[in-house]
Every structure is written in structure tokens, then in C-alpha cells.
């Protein structure tokens, strides 16, 4: 079979659309936005062959594919399709394994229980929440993020507003303002670019945005997107931790304005093994992770 792998770009948008239109991911990774924005340093190329997508990507001089993008019913078809396309290329790993996955990959490469060659990858769970609860954080639990917002209610004169492109250099110099002391840190100059690269397409892409605006200054904004019928992902989310309270105020205001209630969940993404990260986002305690496996054959 041969198989022609073409680097993503934005005129491959309704490719992209029709695939995760009629085969809703369940990964925060599968969306165009996502795919497209982080390409300088991901790089994504795909091939769609008999009714399935493949995608091929490598970062930091890994090269990998990602779970191929078909009817679940089909899904060894495509694992199958994957297989001889890995060989092809010459790669051993796929990456980022939905669970309803793992029948047909043990399946079609043979995979016993016992293995040790397929495992769970903890630092990309995606954490899933009801969206009614970060709108309104009625659990007791929560009392601190009411808290901090309360303090920023009180002290700030605020308003929150959608993301027009009109906002775009303000936004770069919130997330300049950001990474300033953190430059060494690949992940976060690598976010940096994939936001610039949002930003820059943002009109061609199905991103929603806000931000909040506090005496004409932009000191947090967020971006996502629909994933599937019932769950709205957000990709990115940054605050000015000068102003007290800004992380929880964008979080509740993100989703009160642009998720419910159309969206009954909301995936907030993975970790990537921060325990920053990890301690923030289970400190909103998440419905339900969402489980990934790595394939290394």
C-alpha cells in the first residue's frame, strides 16, 4: 500500500473537520486548532486512506503516530492500516491510545494482558469536569477558588469580553509578561509560539476566545473549542498573577460565557507530569480522567 503523508496546514482545515465531525475524538489532542497550532514544534503530517486518517508527528526528534481517526466500530481497519504505515516509515511508537482503543490495538499487534509494551501515560490524562461545576463552584470543596474570586470581584474593576483580533498584541504581551524568568523552559517557549500561532489564524480557525480587561488592560484570556457533541476543550488559559485572582476568575467566566449550556463537560487538558500543574487542576476535582496508553513496539 502506499501511503503519501502531507504536512498540516490551514487549507486542510475541512479535511480535518469532516474527520473529527463524523468520528468524535475523545482526546484533547484531535482537534484541527490543537494539530495546526502546535506544528513548529510538533510536526503533524497525515494521509487519508479508504475512509481513514493517519497521523504521523514528531517532537524532539521522536517520530510517532497518533491513534488513526475512524468509526470505532473500524477501529482495528485502522490499526491495522497503522501498522503497515509505521513499517513503512520506519517508527515503533504511537502515542496518546484512547482506552476504547485498546481491544483492537491488542488485537491487531498481538498484545497480551501481561504485556509490557502498551502502558498507561499518566502525564497526558486529560482532565474532564462537569461544566456546571467550574461555572459555579458550589461544591464546599471549592470554597477557596470562591474565595479568590471574590477577592478579585472586590478589588478590580473588571470586564470580560470575546477575544477580537483587535486584542492580539495585548495578548502577547500578557504571555511575554508570562514567560518572562522561564525562558529556558522548552515546553513554555514552545506554548508561546503555538498561542502566536493561534492568534495569528485565529479568524480561519474555530477557536472561541476571551479575555478579561481590568482599567484597559488585558490581564487573563483563554481559548478552546467544541471536541465532540458534548464536551468543550480549552487549550490555553493564562493570567497576570499580580492581579489576585485572576486564574479562577478566567476559569468560572471561560466557561459560564462560552461553554454551558450548550456543553455538559469541559476537558482542561493534561498535565504533562508538572506537579504544578498536576496539584491545579486536581484541586478543581475533574469528573473522570481521561486514560491514554503508549504503544512501544
Not at 82 to 110: W, Y
Not at 123 to 150: E, G, P, Q, W
Amino acid at each position: 500500500m502506499q501511503f503519501d503523508f502531507t504536512p498540516i496546514s490551514i487549507e486542510d482545515k475541512h479535511i480535518f473537520d469532516e474527520f473529527f465531525h463524523r468520528f468524535e475524538p475523545s482526546i484533547s489532542e484531535l482537534t484541527f486548532t490543537n494539530l495546526y497550532v502546535w506544528r513548529n514544534s510538533r510536526l503533524i503530517d497525515y494521509a487519508v486512506i479508504d475512509g481513514i486518517m493517519l497521523l504521523r508527528a514528531e517532537y524532539d526528534g521522536q517520530r510517532y503516530f497518533l491513534p488513526p481517526i475512524c468509526d470505532a466500530r473500524n477501529a482495528q481497519a485502522g490499526y491495522e492500516m497503522l501498522r503497515e504505515a509505521a513499517n513503512d516509515s520506519c517508527i515503533s511508537l504511537v502515542k496518546l491510545i484512547p482506552e476504547k482503543h485498546i481491544a483492537a490495538v491488542r488485537q491487531t499487534f498481538g498484545i497480551s494482558e501481561d504485556n509490557d509494551i502498551l502502558v498507561s501515560d499518566r502525564d497526558n490524562y486529560d482532565y474532564v469536569y462537569a461544566a456546571d461545576k467550574l461555572a459555579n463552584l458550589t461544591s464546599r470543596k471549592l470554597s477557596s477558588k470562591r474565595n479568590f474570586i471574590h477577592r478579585f470581584v472586590n478589588q478590580y474593576k473588571y470586564s470580560v469580553m470575546p477575544y477580537q483580533a483587535c486584542m492580539r498584541d495585548d495578548c502577547i504581551r500578557l504571555m511575554q509578561k508570562w514567560i518572562t524568568g522561564r525562558t529556558d523552559d522548552t515546553g513554555l517557549r514552545n506554548e508561546y509560539i503555538a498561542i502566536q500561532n493561534l492568534l495569528n489564524d485565529y479568524e480561519r480557525l474555530d477557536a472561541i476566545g476571551s479575555v478579561i480587561i481590568v482599567d484597559g488592560t488585558i490581564v487573563s484570556f483563554a481559548f478552546g473549542e467544541p471536541l465532540s457533541h458534548d464536551t468543550f476543550v480549552i487549550h490555553f488559559e493564562k493570567a497576570d498573577t499580580d492581579y489576585v485572582g485572576s486564574y479562577q476568575m478566567i476559569n468560572k467566566l471561560f466557561v459560564s460565557e462560552n461553554v454551558l449550556p450548550c456543553y455538559a463537560f469541559v476537558n482542561r487538558e493534561q498535565d504533562l507530569g508538572h506537579e504544578g500543574i498536576r496539584r491545579a487542576k486536581m484541586s478543581y476535582l475533574p469528573d473522570r480522567l481521561v486514560v491514554k496508553y503508549t504503544l512501544q513496539k
